[in-house]
């Protein structure tokens, strides 16, 4: 069974950068594209990046220039190096198989003050 851990979360100004890594195991880690998703208070869990298993990218268009999603197979490890960041980035980030299972981590809280 899949497991998921991330890590890399804290308390950041507006502006500044953090890097989240997510480390998988219980998985064949090539052979699956990996995503990053997030859920802020009150709202619902949603993908903000995928990466495919040949490293192809994808971005939803409010982190587009700002955050870049990498991973090493080697390590089993999925990244998200996330720059500019705001506010509204603020949420818990997960990360997960794209598309999604129902095996979440346990998150990592990303808070951005303004």
């Known amino acids: 069974q899949v497991q998921l851990v991330e890590s890399g979360g804290g308390l950041v100004q507006a502006g500044g950068s953090l890097r989240l890594s997510c480390a998988a195991s219980?998985?064949?880690?090539?052979?699956?594209?990996m995503g990053w998703y997030r859920q802020a208070p009150g709202k619902q869990r949603e993908l903000v990046a995928s990466i495919t298993r040949s490293g192809n990218t994808n971005y939803i268009d409010s982190v587009k220039g700002r955050f870049t999603i990498s991973r090493d197979n080697a390590k089993k490890t999925v990244y998200l190096q996330m720059n500019s960041l705001k506010p509204e980035d603020t949420a818990v980030y997960y990360c997960n198989i794209f598309p999604e299972t129902p095996s979440w981590g346990q998150g990592t809280q990303v808070t951005v003050s303004s």
């Open positions: 219980g998985i064949i880690f090539t052979f699956y594209a």
